[in-house]
């Protein structure tokens, strides 16, 4: 199994960025795919959710509005498109899939918002 995220760098306040996270070795359809962050000295946090049938999803009032999950069942990959970024959503953003007791994450990339 893996999830290989991508897409992180650095960015100015206001800005854009999309990230990436290919999924490989179980059946991605079946599996719930979200997007989590952690800056330093924080917790882990949930910041958007895609569920596997209907394509429902869901997210932390921090990054309504300004982000979209969406994911694409042909190619196995989720994506978090970031827009209108501030400083405050600096971090390590993981990518991780659910299905049932089953639960996998990825590797991170780091995101930094900065001027």
């Known amino acids: 199994v893996q999830l290989v995220e991508s897409g992180g760098g650095l960015v100015q306040p206001g800005g854009s960025l999309r990230l990436s996270c290919a999924a490989s070795?179980?059946?991605?359809?079946?599996?719930?795919m979200s997007w989590y962050r952690q800056a330093p000295g924080k917790e882990r946090e949930l910041v958007a959710v895609v569920i596997s049938v209907g394509g429902t999803t869901n997210y932390a009032d921090s990054v309504k509005g300004r982000f979209t999950i969406f994911r694409d069942n042909a190619k196995n990959t989720v994506y978090l498109q970031m827009n209108s970024l501030k400083p405050e959503d600096t971090a390590v953003y993981y990518c991780h899939a659910r299905w049932l007791v089953y639960s996998y994450w990825g590797q991170g990339t780091q995101v930094t918002v900065s001027s």
């Open positions: 070795g179980f059946t991605f359809s079946s599996y719930a």
